[in-house]
């Protein structure tokens, strides 16, 4: 079946532009998580969305960042007045349910450069 | 969360079976154990978990010891395409939140 996509694959803007990236999760998923990662570096876990529930934005680096989650499908994160350090790969991943929250199936990712 | 401890890299040659080994010494009654990996320039992506007994699926083996304090991934006919970064994580219900933290890992190279 159909798994996890992110679009856009790659973004190259220019410090200062705002940028919106999309995950559409795996269908019937109800839980939905974003993560950054920097070249050599591990995940980082940036917000999670789970259901109805109020989202968990307790990773979003700073108050440039924010993500919605229209319709308990597609999620958009939104990183606003980009600066160089946000250059990562910008990575989605969704579950199934609370009951195994962590067999998480990622997206591709979206390669995000600021110059 | 439980700290497992992973060989920073190991060498497999193609068509054999690799072994990859886990420590989780201070693994709760609660908490699964969770295997990974990330293929170069791709997303994570998930292989296998288990509580107490041993699993297996189409891409993996999941070995268990009896007190749960190590585990080993099998890849029972390692394959060019299986060299990537395997992770090693334990988790469960009483951790905060439900994010993934990924540690060093393991460094698998398959061998022609």
């Known amino acids: 079946g159909a798994g996890v996509s992110q679009s856009p694959s790659n973004k190259v803007t220019e410090k200062g532009k705002d940028v919106e990236l999309r995950c559409d999760p795996i269908?019937?998923?109800?839980?939905l998580y974003w993560y950054r990662q920097s070249l050599g570096q591990g995940l980082e876990f940036l917000i999670y969305f789970q259901g109805n529930s109020a989202p968990d934005k307790s990773g979003l680096p700073s108050d440039r960042f924010s993500a919605e989650r229209t319709g308990g499908s597609v999620s958009t994160l939104t990183i606003q007045r980009t600066q160089q350090e946000d250059s990562a790969v910008y990575l989605c991943?969704?579950?199934?349910?609370?009951?195994?929250?962590?067999?998480?199936?990622f997206g591709p990712g979206t390669r995000l450069t600021v110059t | 969360d439980a700290k497992t401890t992973q060989p920073t890299s190991m060498d497999c040659a193609e068509g054999r079976a690799a072994n990859l080994p886990c420590n989780h010494s201070?693994?709760?009654?609660?908490?699964?154990v969770y295997w990974y990996r990330q293929i170069h320039s791709q997303g994570p992506q998930y292989i296998i978990h288990g509580l107490k007994n041993n699993e297996t699926n189409e891409m993996a083996s999941l070995i268990i010891t009896e007190d749960r304090k190590s585990s080993t991934l099998i890849l029972p006919h390692a394959t060019l395409r299986d060299t990537a970064v395997y992770y090693c994580i334990v988790r469960g219900n009483n951790n905060a939140g439900n994010m993934l933290t990924f540690g060093g890992g393991t460094r698998l190279m398959v061998k022609p």
């Open positions: 991943a969704s579950s199934q349910s609370l009951w195994d929250p962590y067999e998480q199936y």
């Open positions: 269908s019937g998923h109800t839980a």
């Open positions: 201070t693994i709760s009654g609660n908490e699964y």
